[in-house]
């Protein structure tokens, strides 16, 4: 049996890096983590190829070769996925959908021949049972959830892990919170089921075997949803790891600002090895957040947890939300006064979206608000707002103007940097130094630093870091990186001109 394992394109948006990794020489940031656990799931001695759209181009032999295509999409990844469906089906191959795209809308895809929804771990083995019956139905989905501790190391073999920056695994899934704009609840529950450390140690190795030396993501949508685990497994095991690895990479992962109110799950995450963390910040209205029942993040001193855990040693991303129902034409300023008083580097800034399988698509579609057609755009919404569309498209555009211009991150930038001294660890993160990376500096200085619209402030940062903390000349590259990855994106949003609907 012949089976292509698909993972569709992304859309140019801030977690694509897609102009960052032209820079550095990457052409992928992370890799598909849910094909590569498929493939291992799958039967050992079927042939397997998988094919990841965002590093390489899909040709028709390839197609022709298999005899199943077995396609995993996200939400953002709906243009692409819809195109390599249409592409997939004019070559008569049979094709096998899964994800989170699939989960709560396989009904949108008529061309699909198969759906293994929800968690593979239980509905892939019912396709394969009748897959060898020559009895397939057409829709394999369940309500149960998978038992972690028991899925099998992701087949690495598949993929160059070196054309990626980052290398991926994942310890848990689900999360305990309710947020209602988000889908984690309703696709893997509230009771966060986690891996045996030994698993996550397993993983690690194969990935530094694969040849995979720098950053890794823990792709948690809430690494710390089950905290008396985490302190009590995994944390002390990744620990001991990085005492034995004197090269052990850095880790990155999402977390609740939550992380703030306990000291000794941040110092255990810290000499484990964690250092970027992902907070979903949202909004500094407390209406806004008690509304969405962002109720993690009220009723907190959110500037001084942020300053708690950046002096702690973590580099915070914000990610930041406008467009909710008790939003005001003041969020706008609101929300760049936030962002620039908090030091925040890297921020995400989206128009609130409601996706399938959340609690807000639901109240959207009883109020008749949703928008039909809408490929999850980072810069789109599939709601029709309260506040009025023109303050919103206004607004919006201010917003993403002063937080990605070069200045605002110059400033944001320096700022951090002169409190920022990194993590007081038993075993600090190290580095070789490779050829590669001599490479990737001039690409850096050429690419940003001579070409980049950026460059004043790529030379200013540079500069100052130099003369005031040469220390941490590597978070100035990083955030002069970013800073280019911003205006970027920024001229895109520019580019497309992107309307909101009427309301």
């Known amino acids: 049996m012949n089976i292509l394992l698909l993972y569709p394109k992304m859309t140019d948006t801030f977690w694509s890096m897609n102009h960052l990794l032209k820079v550095v020489g990457k052409k992928g940031s992370y890799p598909p983590l849910g094909l590569l656990t498929v493939a291992s799931l799958l039967p050992k001695d079927w042939n397997k190829k998988l094919i990841d759209l965002n590093t390489e181009k899909l040709n028709d032999e390839e197609i022709h070769w298999a005899d199943y295509v077995f396609i995993s999409a996200m939400n953002v990844q709906s243009v692409s996925a819809r195109e390599v469906i249409k592409r997939c089906k004019s070559c008569g191959v049979n094709i096998v959908c899964g994800g989170t795209l699939f989960t709560h809308e396989y009904e949108s895809f008529p061309q699909v021949d198969h759906f293994v929804l929800n968690e593979a771990e239980i509905t892939l083995p019912l396709f394969l049972k009748d897959l060898e019956k020559n009895n397939l139905k057409r829709i394999y989905k369940t309500e149960m959830f998978a038992n972690v501790a028991e899925s099998p190391l992701p087949q690495w073999d598949l993929i160059n892990i070196k054309n990626y920056e980052y290398s991926i695994v994942q310890y848990s899934r689900g999360c305990p919170y309710l947020c209602d704009f988000c889908d984690v609840t309703a696709l893997f529950g509230r009771i ?231 993590a007081k660890v038993a075993n600090p993160i190290k580095r070789k130094i490779k050829f590669s990376d001599y490479i990737t500096l001039l690409r850096i200085i050429i690419y940003v630093g001579i070409l980049g619209n950026c460059r004043i402030h790529f030379w200013k940062l540079i500069i100052w870091t130099l003369k005031k903390y040469p220390a941490k000349l590597d978070y100035a590259f990083l955030f002069v990186l970013l800073m280019f990855q911003f205006n970027k994106m920024f001229e895109r949003y520019l580019s497309l001109n992107h309307k909101i609907p009427e309301n």
């Open 192 to 422: 966060p089921r986690v891996k045996s450390p030994a698993q996550i140690i397993n993983e690690l190795n194969e990935i530094l075997k694969a040849g995979h030396s720098d950053m890794i993501l823990f792709a948690d949508d809430n690494l710390i949803g089950n905290k008396n685990v985490l302190k009590s497994e995994l944390l002390p095991a990744l620990i001991e790891w990085r005492s034995q690895n004197e090269f052990a990479p850095g880790f990155a992962t999402q977390v609740t600002i939550n992380l703030a109110d306990d000291d000794e799950l941040m110092r255990l995450m810290l000499e484990a090895g964690f250092r970027h963390i992902f907070i979903g910040i949202e909004t500094p209205e407390e209406e806004s957040l008690l509304a969405s029942r962002k109720k993690q993040n009220a009723k907190r001193k959110l500037l001084q947890n942020i300053k708690h855990l950046q002096t702690s040693g973590f580099i915070v991303t914000g990610g930041f939300i406008v467009g909710f129902d008790t939003d005001t034409p003041s969020i706008f300023d609101n929300q760049i006064k936030f962002i620039s008083e908090s030091n925040i580097v890297i921020a995400t800034i989206n128009l609130l979206k409601a996706p399938p399988g959340t609690e807000l698509h639901e109240r959207m579609k009883k109020e008749n608000r949703l928008i039909d057609k809408f490929d999850f755009d980072e810069n789109m919404s599939n709601i029709r707002f309260k506040i009025d569309r023109e303050i919103i498209n206004e607004g919006y555009k201010s917003v993403l103007n002063n937080v990605y211009s070069p200045e605002k991150v110059y400033k944001r930038a320096i700022n951090f940097l002169k409190y920022y001294n990194g």
